[in-house]
């Protein structure tokens, strides 16, 4: 049976060039344009460039 409960998600890019950032507390995947995907946690650098990417939570 689906999950029902609330999932959180956010999405981020940089209007040019790449920034790195840090995984937010609850951060477990970060989700690419290219269908790869990559296993994340709290404190782990994330880096974001012009193609967005999806960081899930939960």
């Avoid at 609850?26 to 967005?52: K, M, Y």
Wanted: aromatic share 4%; glycine share 8%.
């Amino acid at each position: 049976m689906p999950s029902t409960s609330p999932h959180e998600e956010s999405i981020r890019w940089t209007d040019t060039g790449s920034a790195t950032t840090t995984a937010e507390p609850g951060a477990r995947s970060v989700r690419r344009l290219d269908g790869t995907s990559t296993s994340t946690q709290s404190g782990d650098t994330i880096t974001v460039t012009e193609e967005p990417v999806l960081i899930e939570y939960g």
